[in-house]
């Protein structure tokens, strides 16, 4: 990897009743969740804000209950998002942002994706949103229509300093595409093929090993990778994410009820 780069590896979401008892130790309670997960991981995507902007003191607590070096990756209101006219909803996109602030140095970019229903026909009112978005977020956006495929895409991608997601769902893309300053790689798998989220059921090495080199591969201008991995890739995305932390070269922390949460 790029010697400059940071490599940050988290999960979608951190809060499963099936991670009881095998992550999280029996005895901490999900209020505490997040201060055991960031004891293993520097990052997380949070899914919750997709459905709802959290109250402005629910993020000051995240942000109170992890250390100075981890960050958030929240997903866009579905309000704004998955809504038809995006342009009309910048405001709400700026009060959502005006929120995610409490997280301070600890905001490192915002997920837009994109339904699959929406194709570049939306090219303008997708052009109008990112120009109306602030300078100071990172933005991270994921096509899910294969019409976006497109030399205009990446040209306003990169207009905007805003990172094309890399999604991994049944089939890896053809390559790892930069289009800002940073990099966002999602891998996801089927949604909804395992019944229990508490152990991998599939083996994924070779993709580990593929995204892996093409990270390595990446342009030296990359400041910093963002990897975040559901538990539909493989069944359990805290193991897998360890598994591609070890790959990588990351120091990875036992997993074991270690009797204290501040321990």
């Known amino acids: ?81 998955h809504e038809p006219a995006m342009h009309k909803r910048i405001g709400q996109m700026h009060e959502f942002l005006d929120v995610l602030r409490a997280f301070g140095k600890k905001l490192a970019a915002v997920l837009i994706q994109l339904p699959p229903s929406t194709g570049i026909d939306q090219f303008d009112d997708l052009t109008r949103l990112l120009a109306a978005l602030p300078t100071d977020v990172r933005f991270a956006v994921e096509f899910r229509n294969a019409t976006w495929g497109e030399p205009r895409t990446l040209d306003l991608l990169r207009n905007h300093n805003c990172a094309l997601v890399a999604a991994d769902y049944l089939s890896r893309p053809a390559g790892l595409i930069t289009t800002a300053d940073f990099t966002y790689v999602r891998l996801i798998g089927q949604h909804e093929r395992f019944e229990e989220l508490n152990r991998e059921q599939l083996d994924v090495t070779p993709s580990l090993a593929w995204w892996k080199a093409q990270l390595d591969a990446a342009p030296p201008s990359l400041t910093d990778a963002y990897v975040f991995f559901n538990n539909d890739f493989s069944g359990y995305s805290v193991a897998t994410c360890r598994r591609f932390m070890e790959l990588a070269g990351m120091p990875v922390r036992e997993v074991k009820d270690e009797g204290s949460l501040f321990g």
């Open 1 to 81: 990897m790029p010697d400059a780069m940071r490599l940050h590896t988290g999960t979608m979401g951190f809060s499963y009743a099936d991670w009881a008892g095998v992550f999280y130790p029996r005895g901490v309670k999900p209020g505490d969740y997040l201060a055991w997960y960031a004891k293993h991981f520097d990052t997380v995507e949070l899914d919750t804000t997709f459905h709802a902007t959290p109250p402005v003191d629910r993020v000051r607590r995240w942000a109170d209950v992890t250390p100075d070096h981890f960050r958030f990756c929240p997903k866009a209101p579905r309000a704004v998002t």
